[in-house]
Structure formats: C-alpha cells, structure tokens
T-cell receptor, first 111, second 115 residues
Framework: NAGVTQTPKFRVLKTGQSMTLLCAQD?????MYWYRQDPGMGLRLIHY???????AKGEVPDGYNVSRLKKQNFLLGLESAAPSQTSVYFC??????????FGPGTRLTVL | QQPVQSPQAVILREGEDAVINCSSS?????VHWYRQKHGEAPVFLMI?????EQKGHDKISASFNEKKQQSSLYLTASQLSYSGTYFC????????????????FGQGTILTVHP
C-alpha cells in the first residue's frame, strides 16, 4: 500500500519548456488535489478533482492544466514554464469529509 | 481569504504545553490541522467538522468555535518529535452544504521543542 506517490521528485526546466507531473493514489479516494508551496508559506490549491473525468480550479490555477482520466491518477501540466512556477508541488487525495493524504512532493526549478 | 494563525513561532522545552490558533473570516464547514517537518510532506493531525465531529490523533486535541470561525490546537506535554510547522486548513461552507475539501491554508506556526 504505497499511499500517494509523485513522479518525478526533482526537475529543472528552462523558461518556456513544458512538463507533466504525475500523482497516483492506491486508496480508492474520490478527491485529489494539487498544491504548491513556496518558501515560508502555506500550501496553495492549484486545481482539484472530485471524481474521474472532473476537474476544477483552485486558488492559483493560472499557467497550469490538469487531467483525471483514471480515478487513481491526477496529472498536473505546465505548458510554458516560468520562473514564478519554481516551487514544491504536493499532490493529495482524500475520501469525502476526511483527511488529506499528501505525496512526498516534487521540487521544480524553472531557470 | 487565507486564515490567520497565531503565534507565528513558539519555542518550548520538553513537557511544556502550547496552543496554536486559527481564525477565518468565512463560515466554515471544517478545519484541518497538519504538521510538516522540514523537507517532508504535511501529515494529518486533526479534522474538526461543523456540528462537533472530530477525527484525529489521540494525543492531540483541538477545538472549533463555529460561530467565531476559530479553531485552536492544543499540544500538551510536548515532545521533541512535536517540532515542525503547523498549518490549519479551512474548508468553507458552500451553498449546497457539501464539502470538496477545498482547503485554504494559513501561513503556518513554527514550533520548536528543546530538550
């Protein structure tokens, strides 16, 4: 039982490059989330999903896209990376009205 | 709008107690509490739901004042392992009365426990 896993763990991009972050959970959770965390700050919600095939915007969605084609996976895409997107990205999943389980994070640097 | 946590930092000796507060300007469905150690993912501590239900660890307690949209986390007889940054996450009430876990996190409270 791996919980929530994220791929990759680290990545360095140049401005304008694109990439996809993969989140997978094996707890059969309905809800999944993508957050970013900048130094000294709390987590901010980028996008979330309440079920397979559905996604919605969070607090800071600009510059990101998401997809949830399978219940266990939630993908976060950066189409044209910018230095302002340098951050640590956390994926989380939860059942209804329950705690969120976080993945180990992806540390992204955009040069 | 981001909930406000206080204090911003706390320094304790082992065995001492601490209270961390979280205040929101919105009506809340639930309040979550998480602890994050440096370089690691946040870990769940407690969830407090509108109506009084609570779920969480046995050794940690918390309160939720629905009328004031405030929550407090009580750490008693602190241990070295309690050190970390504590975040509250607030989930506002929506018109449909359902929750999707759309948390807005506070800026964090740094707790340091010394021997």
């Amino acid at each position: 039982n791996a919980g929530v896993t994220q791929t990759p763990k680290f990545r360095v991009l140049k401005t304008g490059q694109s990439m996809t972050l993969l989140c997978a959970q094996d707890m059969n959770h309905e809800y999944m989330y993508w957050y970013r965390q900048d130094p000294g700050m709390g987590l901010r919600l980028i996008h979330y999903s309440v079920g397979e095939g559905t996604t919605a915007k969070g607090e800071v969605p600009d510059g990101y896209n998401v997809s949830r084609l399978k219940k266990q996976n939630f993908l976060l895409g950066l189409e044209s990376a910018a230095p302002s997107q340098t951050s640590v990205y956390f994926c989380a999943s939860s059942g209804r009205t329950s705690e969120q389980f976080f993945g180990p994070g992806t540390r992204l640097t955009v040069l | 709008q981001q909930p406000v946590q206080s204090p911003q930092a706390v320094i304790l000796r082992e065995g001492e107690d601490a209270v961390i507060n979280c205040s929101s300007s919105k009506a809340l469905y639930s309040v979550h509490w998480y602890r994050q150690k440096h370089g690691e993912a946040p870990v769940f501590l407690m969830i407090l739901l509108k109506g009084g239900e609570q779920k969480g660890h046995d050794k940690i307690s918390a309160s939720f004042n629905e009328k004031k949209q405030q929550s407090s986390l009580y750490l008693t007889a602190s241990q070295l392992s309690y050190s970390g940054t504590y975040f509250c996450g607030t989930d506002p009430t929506n018109a449909g009365g359902t929750s999707y876990g759309k948390l807005t996190f506070g800026q964090g409270t740094i707790l340091t426990v010394h021997p």
